[in-house]
């Protein structure tokens, strides 16, 4: 472990004290290790999935403070479900105390871990050691992750036992920390789901599916574990806007019980007597909770049956989950949108290796309008574009024979980019836009993409000017490019409706708690969302280049590739749907990334690509 009695504790990056792999159904059975001796090959049934879990060693006999210290903290990055071993480390009164489920911190790299002179000396029976390292984001309570930045700084303090001469740690660290590449290796970010209140999908009568992300451990039963997080209820952040139909207290029946679904992909949960009362109904919309919820977690979850009472209260399948709520757009987009050569509104179609556009049908196709940018509404019934001055927003149905009216919108700003934005409609059917005239900046909607626009409320304190909007499809969560000075941070705000229409402050409509969704880029240049959670963005990183890449809602960084390279990236979209390709305007013209290939060209001459919304 690299102890020294008299120095720091040193521990290497992503190193653990055991690696056991093991074929996914027997991870269970490999938990033991034997105490001593050498490490030896587990028998497992062999499977073509196998993972690598890692093991905690208990402390050794005689082992100094440096070695109980850096034990302490390999111990911390493992796979034991209930930080057993890592308790050994502790004196029992602290471990009665830790509370480890409390908060994990997550640093650059490991922790390192220096004696306190000013603590003691090894010759005593009292030592401090200071943990320190540079802070990259912090997972509370609520399993919620968030993006931190500045120094790591806090004191463990060890004691030797008076009669057995043993090292244990008295005062651990607050919850848990390690290092970046071993949070990567021990957590998944998974979408919890909640329904949107106060907002309809559209003409639609289902409710929205809300994606609420958090981090369970990868290796620690992350069914069990996202279904009683789901049960708990929405994050703090969230709640405000969200409902579960989960009664208050309903939780899985008994603390230790585990969920596997069956042999015909059913996974039966069973919960306690708060649920045992609810009716046909509500019991359907907890069911499509659980299923849009475990769908991202694993493929072997078909069919939901909940248990309570001592009775099933019903089943639902994966098919008529999506009859209950609406993830994603109410309906998947027939078309991809953008401006021809001429500046007028051209389309085709979404899916498919086509290359042939056409004019909408209307007044932003076939009239005389020259446009800036464009929004689609995304039942494809309406389409909003900006003059090619930025000064104008006109709105009008994709129907032939439909004149241009009047504008909806003018802006005063002297200069096309202190005018509007490129506009965005949510699943109501609203539209969205930021004006960015210096001298009155405002983020407006138009109801229904008509009549006077609504100053919409921002938080208190926002600094610099809203350069692009993007509304995502539950209609409950917004995604603003911010600029102040020469930074543009890329911010995610929940959108608060009030239901009399009249908000405390007078206002209709208000975007609350903005927090950033690219900490490490200083300026972002492009955005769309690419999934309930997730957003492609183009930006770069102080003194970097400009990249592409997928960010999620809450600062993290998603798993999996990001897009292939594309160079002179203006703009960037993406759908909702996975079964569309991102679709970009760079130096080459407008170009589509379809799954697993390199980046294409449609046209050379076309501008501001969109998909509905």
């Not at 042999?263 to 359907?284: E, F, I, S």
């Not at 021809?340 to 086509?354: S, T, Y």
């Not at 600094?463 to 000075?485: T, Y």
């Not at 679709?583 to 407008?590: L, N, P």
């Amino acid at each position: 472990m690299g102890a020294d009695r008299e120095g720091g504790a040193r521990r290497r990056p992503g190193r653990a004290a055991a690696y056991v792999a093991c074929g996914a159904v027997l991870l269970a059975g490999c938990a033991s290790m034997p105490d001593s001796g050498d490490l030896r090959g587990v028998e497992s049934t062999p499977r073509q999935e196998t993972q690598v879990r890692v093991f905690a060693m208990q402390p050794h006999e005689d082992a100094s403070s440096s070695e109980i210290v850096s034990g302490f903290l390999e111990a911390l990055t493992s796979d034991d479900p209930d930080y057993e071993i890592a308790r050994k480390y502790l004196t029992k009164e602290a471990s009665d105390n830790w509370r480890p489920l409390r908060s994990t911190t997550v640093l650059a790299d490991a922790p390192a871990a220096d004696v306190d002179r000013v603590g003691g000396r090894e010759e005593t029976d009292n030592l401090s050691y200071r943990l320190t390292g540079a802070k990259v984001a912090t997972v509370d309570s609520q399993q919620s992750y968030a993006p931190a930045g500045g120094g790591y700084s806090e004191t463990m303090h060890l004691t030797r036992d008076k009669k057995t001469k043993q090292w244990r740690i008295d005062v651990p660290p607050r919850g848990v920390v390690m290092g970046k590449s071993d949070f990567q290796r021990n957590y998944m970010s998974v979408d919890k789901y909640y329904f949107a209140t106060n907002t309809t999908l559209g003409t639609s009568p289902h409710t929205a599916a809300v994606a609420d992300p958090v981090y369970v451990r990868r290796n620690v039963d992350p069914m069990t574990q996202t279904v009683r997080s789901l049960l708990k209820g929405p994050t703090s952040w969230l709640n405000p806007v969200v409902r579960s139909s989960f009664p208050t207290g309903t939780a899985l029946k008994t603390a230790t019980t585990t969920l596997t679904s069956d042999d015909r992909n059913r996974l039966t949960v069973p919960l306690n007597d708060k649920a045992a009362r609810v009716g046909p109904t509500k019991c359907n919309e907890m069911a499509a909770q659980l299923l849009f919820t475990l769908q991202n977690i694993t493929p072997t979850v078909d069919e939901v049956a909940l248990r309570a009472g001592g009775r099933q209260l019903c089943v639902l399948s994966e098919e008529d989950a999506e009859g209950v709520a609406t993830r994603g757009s109410v309906e998947r987009a027939d078309y991809l949108y953008f401006l021809d050569d001429k500046h007028r509104l051209v389309r085709l179609a979404a899916a498919g290796n086509d290359t042939d556009s056409g004019l909408v049908p209307g007044a932003l196709g076939e009239g005389d309008a020259q446009l800036r940018s464009v929004g689609v509404s995304r039942d494809e019934d309406m389409a909003a574009g900006v003059g090619l001055d930025g000064k104008n927003l006109y709105v009008g149905a994709l129907v032939s024979g439909g004149p241009l009216g009047d504008p909806e919108l003018t802006s005063a700003g002297k200069t096309v980019d202190e005018r509007l934005s490129a506009p965005s409609w949510d699943a109501q059917g609203d539209l969205w836009i930021a004006d960015r005239d210096p001298d009155n900046s405002r983020l407006l909607l138009l109801k229904e993409g008509v009549g006077d626009p609504v100053a919409v409320n921002m938080p208190t304190g926002l600094e610099g000017r809203i350069e692009s909007v993007r509304v995502a499809a539950d209609g409950v969560r917004i995604a603003l490019v911010v600029k102040q000075g020469d930074k543009s941070s890329l911010l995610i705000g929940r959108i608060e409706r009030s239901e009399d229409g009249k908000a405390d402050d007078g206002t209709a409509v208000s975007v609350r708690e903005l927090r950033s969704a690219t900490p490490a880029l200083e300026e972002v240049s492009a955005m769309s969302w690419a999934g309930d959670s997730r957003l492609v963005v183009v930006g770069r990183e102080k003194g970097g280049v400009q990249t592409i890449g997928y960010v999620q809602v809450d600062g993290s960084t998603p798993e999996g590739p990001a897009p292939a390279a594309l160079s002179g990236v203006k703009e960037i979209t993406a759908s909702e749907d996975a079964g569309l390709p991102l679709v970009g305007y760079s130096e080459d013209g407008i170009v589509r990334l379809p799954s697993g290939a390199q980046w294409k060209q449609v046209v050379t001459d076309g501008t501001a690509p969109v998909y509905p919304g």
